[in-house]
């Protein structure tokens, strides 16, 4: 058994594309609003970084309800890109973030090239904006409807358009859609139209049918699914991307709700993890999830989240660096 070290001695602080979080845990986008909401529950400015709902150029009300159910070990939602617009989260929202001392990844999103494109000129130069997360599971408005991010060259498209005007120093992530062969090939052509990182992944399209009307649920008929059903894809997403760039800042999302489940996802390859659902029981998960790290890195010896990145690729025989604690023998 490896020793332990103390958890004080656990630094959980990460950096990602050159901008540094405190802890590797952040919110997923569409599941804490812009932060508020969770403050009478945690510190916003203790965890990794409030990721917020993707907000689009113009407000939108969502899709018709109903817009969740419960399904096993999960959700499927239909909530729609309801936002209120980029002016209005600009104008208190993201001030809102930057006041408590939050780093705000800003999620974004567009129905065209064009609107990503002025979402990113715009969120670019706002004051303490940590990241750029695009969300390209959107409807190509001008292509045929097409999902952005089920195709790698409307994805890099989609991820140009935002790069071009954002400055530098302000990583732009993009976040992919499980919903495709090959997630590689999108993954890849990202990363070559400007892509700083990569957050895997978004939800996967699901079903349920109502036993009395034996119609779909939802209102919108189907929806995103996510929670635990989906965590064994998202960490073979994160797994297969890390094995095919593994210089690739990756942040893994999908069914995280413990400590351990975040460290499954680091050994996988990611350098940092969102929650999302679980927030919708647990308010406090992101930051009991960063607790909850600290204690299983401490517990297997590692004093860093970066000691853990991608270990699992390693071969059961390759040894893995750990510092010994004094006194201790590995
Ligand atoms: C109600 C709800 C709304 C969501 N809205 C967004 C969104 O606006 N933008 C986005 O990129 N992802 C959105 N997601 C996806 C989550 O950010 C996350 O990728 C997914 O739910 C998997 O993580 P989880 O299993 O921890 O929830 C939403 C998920 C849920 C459940």
Same mark, same amino acid.
Not at 5 to 31: R, W
Not at 39 to 46: E, G, I, K, M, T
Not at 285 to 300: I, S, T
């Given at each position: 058994?490896?020793?332990?070290?103390?958890?004080?001695?656990?630094?959980?602080? @990460? $950096?990602?594309? &050159?901008?540094? /979080?405190?802890?590797?845990?952040?919110? %997923?986008?569409?599941?804490? !609003? =812009?932060? *508020?909401?969770?403050?009478?529950?945690?510190?916003?400015?203790?965890?990794?970084?409030?990721?917020?709902?993707?907000?689009?150029?113009?407000?939108?009300?969502?899709?018709?309800?109903?817009?969740?159910?419960?399904?096993?070990?999960?959700?499927?939602?239909?909530?729609?890109?309801?936002?209120?617009?980029?002016?209005?989260?600009?104008?208190?929202?993201?001030?809102?973030?930057?006041?408590?001392?939050?780093?705000?990844?800003?999620?974004?999103?567009?129905?065209?090239?064009?609107?990503?494109?002025?979402?990113?000129?715009?969120?670019?130069?706002?004051?303490?904006?940590?990241?750029?997360?695009?969300?390209?599971?959107?409807?190509? @408005? $001008?292509?045929? &409807?097409?999902? /952005?991010?089920?195709?790698?060259?409307? %994805?890099?498209?989609?991820? !140009? =358009?935002? *790069?071009?005007?954002?400055?530098?120093?302000?990583?732009?992530?993009?976040?992919?859609?499980?919903?495709?062969?090959?997630?590689?090939?999108?993954?890849?052509?990202?990363?070559?139209?400007?892509?700083?990182?990569?957050?895997?992944?978004?939800?996967?399209?699901?079903?349920?049918?109502?036993?009395?009307?034996?119609?779909?649920?939802?209102?919108?008929?189907?929806?995103?699914?996510?929670?635990?059903?989906?965590?064994?894809?998202?960490?073979?997403?994160?797994?297969?991307?890390?094995?095919?760039?593994?210089?690739?800042?990756?942040?893994?999302?999908?069914?995280?709700?413990?400590?351990?489940?975040?460290?499954?996802?680091?050994?996988?390859?990611?350098?940092?993890?969102?929650?999302?659902?679980?927030?919708?029981?647990?308010?406090?998960?992101? !930051?009991?999830?960063?607790?909850?790290?600290?204690?299983?890195?401490?517990?297997?010896?590692?004093?860093?989240?970066?000691?853990?990145?991608?270990?699992?690729?390693?071969?059961?025989?390759?040894?893995?660096?750990?510092?010994?604690?004094?006194?201790?023998?590995?």
């Amino acid at each position: 058994m490896t020793p332990a070290v103390d958890e004080a001695a656990v630094d959980l602080g @990460v $950096e990602i594309a &050159g901008t540094t /979080f405190p802890t590797p845990v952040m919110t %997923a986008s569409g599941c804490a !609003a =812009a932060g *508020r909401e969770l403050a009478p529950f945690l510190d916003v400015a203790r965890i990794g970084a409030v990721v917020t709902k993707s907000v689009l150029l113009d407000p939108r009300s969502g899709r018709a309800t109903p817009r969740m159910v419960e399904t096993p070990s999960g959700m499927l939602n239909s909530i729609g890109l309801q936002g209120p617009g980029i002016d209005a989260f600009l104008a208190t929202d993201l001030p809102w973030l930057v006041q408590r001392g939050a780093r705000a990844v800003v999620s974004i999103a567009g129905g065209s090239l064009g609107e990503y494109a002025e979402l990113g000129r715009r969120v670019g130069v706002a004051p303490g904006v940590a990241a750029i997360e695009v969300n390209i599971s959107c409807p190509n @408005v $001008e292509d045929r &409807g097409l999902v /952005f991010a089920c195709d790698p060259s409307q %994805a890099a498209r989609a991820v !140009a =358009a935002v *790069r071009r005007g954002v400055p530098r120093d302000v990583p732009v992530l993009a976040k992919l859609s499980p919903d495709v062969t090959d997630i590689v090939a999108v993954a890849d052509a990202v990363v070559e139209a400007g892509a700083s990182g990569l957050s895997l992944v978004n939800t996967t399209l699901g079903l349920a049918i109502d036993p009395e009307t034996l119609r779909p649920v939802l209102g919108g008929g189907t929806g995103g699914l996510s929670g635990p059903a989906i965590r064994p894809l998202a960490l073979r997403c994160v797994w297969q991307v890390h094995a095919a760039m593994p210089t690739v800042p990756i942040i893994g999302v999908g069914g995280i709700r413990t400590g351990f489940d975040a460290l499954e996802f680091l050994a996988a390859g990611a350098s940092a993890v969102q929650v999302g659902t679980v927030t919708f029981h647990d308010p406090s998960a992101p !930051a009991r999830v960063g607790e909850e790290l600290r204690g299983e890195l401490a517990v297997r010896g590692f004093t860093s989240p970066g000691q853990v990145v991608g270990v699992a690729h390693r071969s059961a025989q390759a040894p893995i660096d750990r510092p010994v604690p004094q006194g201790a023998t590995l």
